[in-house]
């Protein structure tokens, strides 16, 4: 009886151990070791609770092959006029036909700021029919008796195409490339606007006038060229 009474206590304890076991494992977080009291029952999470501002799908799509609107922010006013040249230079002016009522004014500006700030100076005036055609007889001019400075003048108005942006952006590349190859100060004075009221306010009008805004800046080149000169003679043993 004594033995019987043996086997049938084992089968108790066991269900009381097994008892025990799943009271454990509920109050311990799944994964985690009971014996080690130290270590925090939760992970930390990383994730924010808010979503990113700058996730992909909530980003506005940009068109960047139209050109941004065009603002008065930039050159509220003219530079201020540099110093009187005293020697004797050369400036070469080459100015489109096209819009001609703003191309002249431009023209009629810029060669009246020269004369005040450099009277000595010559200037040869060429024409050509439009923007376009400018680079072009600049690099005939620079490839000859190289003036002193070149002015390039014009005023194109935006339509309802990209023409206009096509136009003046491989103008204004190309004087660029020319002014740094023949060393030969290049003045970029080729407007490019959205309509007459623009046009007018910088060929015609006295406050952003981009005809005495060229004068000016090319009178400022004018000089630092000649103190370039004076102060770092050109090596003529020396080949570019």
């Known amino acids: ?11 108790r304890r066991l269900a009381r151990s097994a008892a025990s076991m799943r009271r454990i494992r509920r109050r311990t977080p799944e994964g985690s070791n009971p014996a080690r009291s130290n270590r925090p029952r939760h992970t930390p999470r990383l994730e924010s609770r808010h979503a990113p501002s700058w996730r992909l799908e909530s980003a506005t799509p940009v068109d960047i ?43 009629d500006n810029a060669v009246e ?16 029919p439009g923007a376009f055609e400018i680079p072009v007889a600049v690099s005939t001019i620079l490839t000859r008796e190289a003036p002193s400075c070149v002015i390039a003048l014009g005023c194109v ?12 952006r491989s103008v204004t590349d190309a004087l660029q490339q ?20 623009q046009a007018y306010a ?13 004068a000016r800046a090319a009178a400022a080149m004018i000089d630092v ?11 003529p043993n020396r080949s570019r």
């Open 178 to 197: 020319l002014a740094v190859e023949h060393c030969v100060p290049v003045i970029n004075e080729v407007l490019l606007v959205d309509d007459e009221k």
């Open 225 to 235: 060229f000649q103190e370039l000169n004076r102060t770092m003679p050109v090596d």
């Open 65 to 107: 092959s139209t050109p941004p609107p065009h603002t008065d922010r930039m050159s509220p006013a003219l530079p201020p006029k540099p110093r009187t040249i005293g020697p004797r230079a050369r400036i070469g002016i080459v100015a489109a036909k096209y819009n001609e009522q703003f191309a002249d004014a431009l023209v």
């Open 157 to 168: 108005i935006r339509g309802s195409t990209s023409h206009a942006d096509l136009i003046t």
């Open 202 to 214: 910088r060929c015609i009008g006295s406050k952003l006038n981009r005809g005495r805004e060229a």
């Open 113 to 128: 700021e020269i004369g005040e700030l450099m009277p000595s100076t010559r200037i040869d005036l060429i024409r050509v």
């Open 1 to 11: 009886m004594r033995g019987r009474g043996d086997l049938l206590v084992a089968p």
